[in-house]
């Protein structure tokens, strides 16, 4: 995490939702090194759809980070929203 990785965003989306979205993929990110609580991954997720509705639109942006950053946006979300409340994530 301590190199500086270029974050998909879009020129479309105002100050606010960049920085959500960007917080959405630290979170992620931060989870394959460290566990993170379910409902941080949740709410972020949840916040992160707001921004970007589109499934497509979704499925390309974490295609980018995770190639990017190695990691697997989908499969993160996928096991926060199979564990039970409370739990911590950790890939």
């Known amino acids: 995490m301590e190199e500086q990785l270029h974050m998909p965003i879009s020129m479309d989306w105002s100050k606010e939702e960049v920085i959500d979205a960007v917080n959405f993929f630290q979170t992620i990110e931060r ?5 993170v609580q379910r409902e941080d991954i949740l ?11 589109s499934k497509s639109e979704e499925k390309q942006l974490f295609r980018q980070f995770d190639e990017r950053a190695g990691v697997s946006c989908w ?8 564990a039970e409340s409370g739990e911590k994530i950790k890939m």
Do not use: D, G, S
């Not at 709410?43 to 509705?53: D, G, S, T, V």
């Not at 499969?75 to 199979?82: L, R």
């Open 43 to 53: 709410a972020l997720y949840n916040r992160f759809k707001e921004i970007a509705p």
């Open 31 to 35: 989870a394959h090194h460290k566990a």
């Open 75 to 82: 499969k993160t979300v996928q096991k926060a929203k199979a």
